[in-house]
T-cell receptor, first 113, second 116 residues
Framework: NAGVTQTPKFQVLKTGQSMTLQCAQDMNHEYMSWYRQDPGMGLRLIHYSVGAGITDQGEVPNGYNVSRSTTEDFPLRLLSAAPSQTSVYFC????????????FGQGTRLTVV | AQTVTQSQPEMSVQEAETVTLSCTYDTSENNYYLFWYKQPPSRQMILVIRQEAYKQQNATENRFSVNFQKAAKSFSLKISDSQLGDTAMYFCAFMKRTGTASKLTFGTGTRLQVTL
């Protein structure tokens, strides 16, 4: 039972590089989202999706792109990495409004130097 | 916009004792969900307990219970018979009932240390 799988678990980038954080869920959940976790700030919503082909911005979307071509996958793209994007990134999914429990991946620790 | 405030950055409790973590929130919504998540050193986010705002009865999950006071917009977590495995960061979170799921607003967290 995989649940929500994020890859990679750790990544170091140079300023200006681009990369994609992968997120996949095998629970057929409609709702998926990306959060970043910074010390003293909790988790903040970057982007979210309510289904394949539908995405929207969260609280801190600048510098990130997402797409949702399938129900299972919700990748997060960093277009031009900046030191301010050093953080731990979490992907989450949930079935919908009736069952609201969000299932989280194990996180990706990203360092931008 | 919703805000969630956890005013206790760190707390400590002895094994087998009871501890209460505080959470307040601000919203104009009437229908919403509140959650407590646990994040142990493994970094995994684990749902501890969930409360639906329209339910007056406080949620309970084994040793974990909440004191939900809707008028005061307060949602505290009580951990009874604390265990070493309860050592973790605890996050309070809010979700609107209408609109989109997976759109959680988190507090800044409380680091709980359970000692012998």
């Amino acid at each position: 039972n995989a649940g929500v799988t994020q890859t990679p678990k750790f990544q170091v980038l140079k300023t200006g590089q681009s990369m994609t954080l992968q997120c996949a869920q095998d629970m057929n959940h409609e709702y998926m989202s990306w959060y970043r976790q910074d010390p003293g700030m909790g988790l903040r919503l970057i982007h979210y999706s309510v289904g394949a082909g539908i995405t929207d911005q969260g609280e801190v979307p600048n510098g990130y792109n997402v797409s949702r071509s399938t129900t299972e996958d919700f990748p997060l793209r960093l277009l031009s990495a900046a030191p301010s994007q050093t953080s731990v990134y979490f992907c989450a999914s949930s079935p919908g409004l009736v069952n609201t429990e969000a299932f989280f991946g194990q996180g990706t620790r990203l360092t931008v130097v | 916009a919703q805000t969630v405030t956890q005013s206790q950055p760190e707390m400590s409790v002895q094994e087998a004792e009871t501890v209460t973590l505080s959470c307040t929130y601000d919203t104009s919504e009437n229908n919403y969900y509140l959650f407590w998540y646990k994040q142990p050193p493994s970094r995994q986010m684990i749902l501890v307990i969930r409360q639906e705002a329209y339910k007056q009865q406080n949620a309970t999950e084994n040793r974990f219970s909440v004191n939900f006071q809707k008028a005061a917009k307060s949602f505290s977590l009580k951990i009874s018979d604390s265990q070493l495995g309860d050592t973790a960061m605890y996050f309070c979170a809010f979700m609107k009932r209408t609109g989109t799921a997976s759109k959680l607003t988190f507090g800044t967290g409380t680091r709980l240390q359970v000692t012998l």
